[in-house]
């Protein structure tokens, strides 16, 4: 088979949508062997996430052609042309979209939607962003032959905004990265510590500081903590929400037991995980949720907020609270810091929830799911 796929994720994005793409891609290329994976891109940028993909036998880099097309234009309409050329079997848009002529390509085609949160918090999107997500990612999902949902809340919500029938849509959950699995000494954990100048006990939240990932909570919950308890956020600052942030916690007088990480090196992520006492993710709204699975793979304990998808991400292993309630979120941390909480017996669980979460088994249904496109294009003709 030869498979296409959307690649500007994957060459040019390094946290979320970037992560599912290179996972799918290589993952796909490491269980079929004797398949061709061709990922468009309209570019390619060194990175070293890429590496390991760039290493396999059968992935192809393809750049537009020297005339026609270029940039985001070639990415929307001329790649069809080049699917076309190089006798693609399927094409897999990774993160939301498909080009926007696919139907008349001649080639059947996917598309996984990551969730549709400029429908369900719009108050956290620009207005020309949110309409134009709403054309390219709506018509994407009528167009697709197929859509795979990262989550029940993100099929359900694809329904419910775009009218789509729901036999249309296979729910297939990712994995995270193999590094999470590997638990590190306890030499290893001090010597990170040390080198990041970690504190000695804290609490860790990693994502976009923006007012839906609700960092908010977390620092609210922070001020009614022992003291000896710090908070380590990771992620950049989105839209100028962090001074949001230090301003409250300025109030609330936690400052200097918050440090904020910028840029980490990827390969340090697992380690902060593991060095962490407990994993906060309070956010407001997701389509999954992996650093769910990644605090859970790293065998921490995770404290996450109803109201979205997180109970799918950390099922019965994790605890959740209101995200509005500091109070809740304040009582939950603290059972989990003082032993009241079971701790080995959560995160052994926790654990053993995430093994669902297995890259052999998304590979599978995702070929599963291509099968499925190819029959209802051919259906069609």
Not at 88 to 115: W, Y
Not at 153 to 173: A, E, H, L, N, S
Not at 298 to 303: L, Q
Request: glycine share 8%; hydrophobic share 35%; proline share 6%.
């Amino acid at each position: 088979m030869i498979i296409g796929f959307d690649g500007k994720r994957a060459v040019s994005n390094m946290t979320g949508l970037g992560n599912y793409s290179r996972l799918v891609i290589e993952r796909l290329a490491l269980e079929n062997p004797g398949d061709r994976l061709l990922v468009y891109t309209p570019a390619l940028k060194s990175n070293p996430r890429l590496d390991p993909i760039k290493a396999l036998h059968n992935v192809e880099f393809h750049l537009p052609p020297p005339q026609g097309f270029k940039g985001s234009l070639w990415r929307t309409f001329g790649v069809t042309n080049n699917l076309r050329a190089d006798k693609v079997d399927v094409f897999h848009g990774l993160s939301n979209e498909l080009p926007l002529n696919i139907r008349k390509s001649g080639v059947p085609s996917v598309v996984t939607m990551h969730d549709v949160i400029y429908r369900t918090m719009p108050e956290c999107y620009k207005p020309i962003d949110r309409t134009i997500y709403d054309f390219k990612y709506g018509r994407s999902c009528r167009n697709a032959d197929r859509i795979i949902a990262v989550s029940e809340r993100t099929k359900q919500d694809v329904v419910r905004f775009y009218g789509i029938d729901p036999d249309r849509i296979d729910v297939i959950y990712q994995g995270c990265d193999e590094s999470f699995k590997r638990i590190w000494s306890s030499e290893e954990l001090s010597a990170l510590k040390t080198r990041l100048n970690l504190p000695h006990r804290y609490i860790l939240q990693v994502g976009t500081i923006e007012r839906r990932k609700n960092l908010e909570l977390t620092v609210r919950a922070l001020s009614s903590l022992p003291k000896d308890v710090e908070l380590v956020v990771i992620g950049r600052d989105h839209h100028g929400y962090k001074p949001v942030v230090e301003k409250l916690a300025r109030e609330l007088g936690v400052s200097s037991r918050i440090h904020y990480y910028s840029g980490l090196d990827f390969k340090d992520l697992p380690g902060v995980n593991q060095a962490a006492e407990v994993i906060a993710y309070p956010s407001r709204y997701e389509g999954f949720g992996i650093p769910v699975v990644e605090g859970l793979e790293s065998m921490r304990p995770v404290v996450a907020a109803t109201g979205s998808c997180l109970e799918e991400a950390g099922g019965n292993a994790s605890i959740y609270v209101n995200p509005d309630s500091p109070r809740e979120m304040a009582q939950a941390l603290t059972s989990l810091l003082d032993g009241t909480r079971d701790v080995p017996a959560m995160t052994a669980a926790g654990k053993e929830y995430a093994s669902r979460f297995d890259k052999r088994r998304m590979a599978s249904d995702i070929k599963t799911t291509y099968a499925k496109a190819i029959d209802t294009f051919n259906a069609g003709k």
